[in-house]
């Protein structure tokens, strides 16, 4: 059996939309990206979504937007995919990582206050594998400090946290439509934000700075455009969302089919010596966008091998991102910096989950996982 690591849910209405669209005068933003953002933010409860190219540019923006750059810091986690702390670098700061929680790789709300300094501006949780960082607790240091809060919400849509979903806490929250997330149109991302004058804001940031939109340009009797700041070209296209709009009608019922591969999975590999994967908190409803399964770090490269082998799909999200070349040289960062993140990162393998998987194929891998735990365990 083959077991792919991801495949895609779009259905024959994405792409009738896409082709309509693409038949259409308006390729680049236009109504149906601003469709898709309304829509978006009515499913999370946020004020307004600006549609973008990608995360890393939301990310980007947001930190832009509130006006963070050279001499400030930005405290984020280690435990991540780079865009994260990247981005702080192309906005001119400086990231300062702080160490996770060892039962859900979150940064831990326990270690963030140490780390804040008078040059501290803002942090930047990873809503990681799509559980919800305790945002009630990381709004309240924020606002005892005077802190913006940006969430790296990548993994996580259809998640909830003791009533709490993506954006609804954070000054902005930024989203990835990446070719193997949750909600996908190959590329994309978009950016939330409830206030309205720091939404016109991202919106202008992400088209150079432009008072107006070629939508808005196009419209009626020509009217001339200024540039009002420096800004960047990170907007949706009409193309991108035309795939996705469709796509959040179906959310809940992936989201359904997901939860039960997991907990399928949890199930297989509960209580064996040597396996160990991470909790979803009892008041939070997890996205569910990746299972990682926790193995001796030891055995980790050898065990995925052994998986690939199998024909199954397998990645690891993440390395420590301190850990990584660049980190280390710019950082000075080394083994022990944060263990508890390097010990996650030491132990990931991500298993396949989406929800075309069939449960023969989910019986399949942890069939195969089991097996390879029994021929790995006690090689070391
Ligand atoms: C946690 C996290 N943040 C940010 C990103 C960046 O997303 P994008 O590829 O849309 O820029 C990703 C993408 O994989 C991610 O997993």
């Not at 004020?47 to 750059?69: F, K, N, Q, V, Y």
């Not at 009217?223 to 800004?231: I, P, V």
Request: proline share 4%.
């Amino acid at each position: 059996m083959k077991v792919e690591f991801y495949r895609h849910s779009l259905e024959t209405e994405d792409k009738a939309l896409l082709l309509e669209t693409a038949d259409s005068i308006f390729l680049t933003t236009g109504e149906v990206v601003y469709d898709f953002e309304r829509k978006f933010s009515a499913a999370l409860g946020n004020r307004r979504t600006i549609g973008l190219m990608s995360c890393t540019a939301a990310l980007h923006l947001g930190l832009l937007a509130l006006e963070i750059g050279a001499g400030d810091e930005v405290i984020t986690t280690p435990m991540t995919f780079i865009a994260t702390p990247n981005s702080v670098l192309h906005a001119g700061a400086t990231p300062v990582f702080v160490d996770v929680e060892p039962t859900s790789g979150n940064l831990d709300p326990d270690r963030l206050e140490a780390a804040i300094t008078p040059r501290t501006k803002a942090i930047m949780p990873v809503h990681l594998y799509g559980e919800m960082c305790d945002m009630r607790r990381l709004r309240a240091v924020a606002d005892k400090h005077g802190l913006k809060i940006i969430e790296d919400a990548a993994h996580c849509i259809e998640a909830e946290r003791d009533g709490v979903k993506p954006g609804n806490l954070g000054d902005v929250a930024c989203y990835s439509f990446y070719a193997t997330k949750n909600l996908t149109c190959g590329e994309g991302g978009a950016i939330s934000a409830n206030d309205d004058e720091l939404a016109e804001k991202l919106r202008k940031l992400s088209l150079h700075g432009m008072s107006k939109s070629a939508a808005d340009r196009y419209v009626g009797r020509y009217q001339h455009w200024d540039m009002e700041f420096l800004g960047w070209k990170y907007n949706m296209n009409n193309l991108q969302a035309a795939l996705l709009v469709n796509q959040l009608k179906r959310l809940e019922t992936y989201w359904q089919r997901r939860e039960a591969i997991c907990r399928r999975y949890e199930a297989g590999f509960a209580g064996v010596p040597g396996l160990d994967f991470p909790r979803v908190a009892s008041n939070a409803k997890s996205a569910r966008h990746l299972f990682t399964l926790w193995v001796e770090p030891a055995l980790r490269d050898r065990f995925l091998h052994e998986l690939q082998q199998r024909e199954i799909g397998v990645a690891v999200n993440y390395r420590a991102v301190h850990l990584l070349s660049f980190y280390r040289e710019q950082f000075g960062f080394e083994r022990g910096s944060f263990p508890v993140a390097e010990r996650i990162g030491d132990s990931t393998i991500t298993l396949p989950l989406y929800p075309k998987m069939t449960d023969e194929q989910v019986d399949y891998v942890i069939e195969q996982v089991l097996a390879v735990q029994g021929m790995l365990a006690g090689t070391v």
